[in-house]
């Protein structure tokens, strides 16, 4: 079936529903073949039924598999009575964005006698995604030096990258992947990920990213964000039939349930290499992909979602309103970015200008002329 073919289906299943390039980068280790640890993944998956929470929120991590969120959620919900209970539904409460309800549910898990360093692992990765990670460091730093291996090390990495320290956290990016000995592609795949999303995203360094970002999906072809974030710094330096194949291998994976983000990106390439039809119906499909899911989990969605109605979903209101959603559940330096620029798009200059204002803001250079104060 042609991808034309495809996004024709879509669209007529969706009308009849109802709703420094020479830094050290290791060669890739061997691990098992990603199709064969998928197989493995979902073969365990449905042996273990009601008790694949983590498994499931595994399948959905690396392979946009949002169903597999929707059951893992439905599965921890209901079901939080015991310490280990209470610390499984904040994971799975972490994992879709729910921070406030994941520290809740960390607090009743310490009182009923949950591990102290497992409560504080979680609690630690939530204060990061928080934009308090300056908070976390010492924390981490003191782990590292009580017991230095993998899960130390790339926790510690995380928190550097979210205050900036790059090269610290790429150094011990590099000594957790050391520390790994096993044949699973997934914990490869992710601190490979983490590190380019850290040169990328961060560090504003994509020449750096781009081998990391290759090491991944050779250990994990099928990593759907990898292959994303990728075709991205492809299509930037206009290299658009790879970025346009990886894309479409991802819309194609992901079957009805589409990963939006892929089929908005691959949208407006096909409207920039002259293909009007095929690229305004995927972007249509992204669009209604991201309703669906911020139907069903509005915070785990807000800032993809906002970003999409500033480009190719053309609706700068509905970007501010989920860029302020996405700003009071975690106000990071990104949260903020993303604010400002939904504020500019809107004509909003007064709430512009409280934003650049934020300490940590990167205010545009329209700020100075707009907003006096802001230097």
């Given at each position: 079936m042609?991808?034309?073919h495809?996004?024709w289906?879509?669209?007529?299943l969706?009308?009849c ?13 061997v ?8 197989a ?12 694949a ?17 929707d ?10 009575q015991t310490?280990?209970?209470?610390l499984?539904?904040?994971?799975t409460?972490?994992?879709?964005h729910r ?5 809740s ?12 360093d ?41 928190a550097?990258a ?10 011990l ?12 592609p997934?914990?490869y ?13 961060q ?8 081998p990391?970002?290759?090491h ?8 759907a ?68 899911l ?11 979602a ?39 798009a809107t ?10 204002a ?16 802001i230097?």
């Amino acid at each position: 079936m042609t991808r034309r073919h495809i996004c024709w289906l879509g669209a007529v299943l969706a009308a009849c529903s109802t709703s420094s390039a020479a830094s050290a980068v290791d060669a890739p280790r061997v691990t098992t073949a990603g199709a064969i640890a998928i197989a493995n993944l979902d073969h365990q998956i449905a042996q273990r039924g009601d008790d694949a929470i983590e498994l499931l929120l595994t399948r959905s991590r690396f392979l946009g598999d949002y169903d597999a969120l929707d059951r893992a959620s439905a599965l921890a919900e209901p079901h939080a009575q015991t310490a280990a209970e209470l610390l499984q539904r904040a994971r799975t409460r972490s994992a879709v964005h729910r921070f406030a309800d994941a520290l809740s549910d960390l607090a009743t898990a310490e009182h009923a006698g949950a591990r102290r360093d497992d409560v504080a692992a979680l609690r630690a990765s939530i204060l990061v995604a928080t934009g308090r990670a300056a908070e976390v460091v010492p924390q981490r730093e003191a782990g590292v030096a009580r017991d230095p291996g993998f899960a130390s090390r790339s926790a510690l990495a995380g928190a550097y990258a979210a205050v900036g320290r790059f090269a610290d956290a790429d150094r011990l990016y590099v000594a957790a992947l050391a520390d790994l000995d096993t044949t699973s592609p997934f914990p490869y795949a992710w601190l490979y990920f983490a590190r380019a999303t850290m040169w990328a995203e961060q560090a504003g360094d994509p020449v750096r990213a781009e081998p990391l970002y290759r090491h991944a999906l050779a250990h994990l072809p099928q990593f759907a964000a990898a292959n994303i974030h990728l075709a991205e710094l492809e299509a930037a330096r206009g290299d658009l039939a790879p970025a346009m194949a990886r894309l479409d291998r991802v819309v194609v994976m992901t079957s009805e349930a589409s990963e939006p983000e892929a089929l908005a990106l691959l949208g407006q390439l096909h409207l920039r290499i002259g293909d009007p039809y095929l690229g305004q119906c995927e972007i249509d499909l992204a669009q209604q992909r991201y309703e669906a899911l911020l139907a069903r989990h509005p915070l785990a969605f807000v800032d993809h979602a906002a970003e999409f109605y500033l480009g190719p979903g053309d609706d700068a209101d509905r970007a501010w309103g989920l860029a302020q959603q996405n700003l009071a559940n975690r106000p990071t330096d990104r949260a903020v970015a993303l604010a400002i620029k939904a504020a500019r798009a809107t004509g909003r200059t007064r709430e512009l200008c409280e934003l650049a204002a934020r300490p940590g803001a990167v205010a545009p250079p329209a700020a100075a002329t707009l907003c006096p104060r802001i230097p």
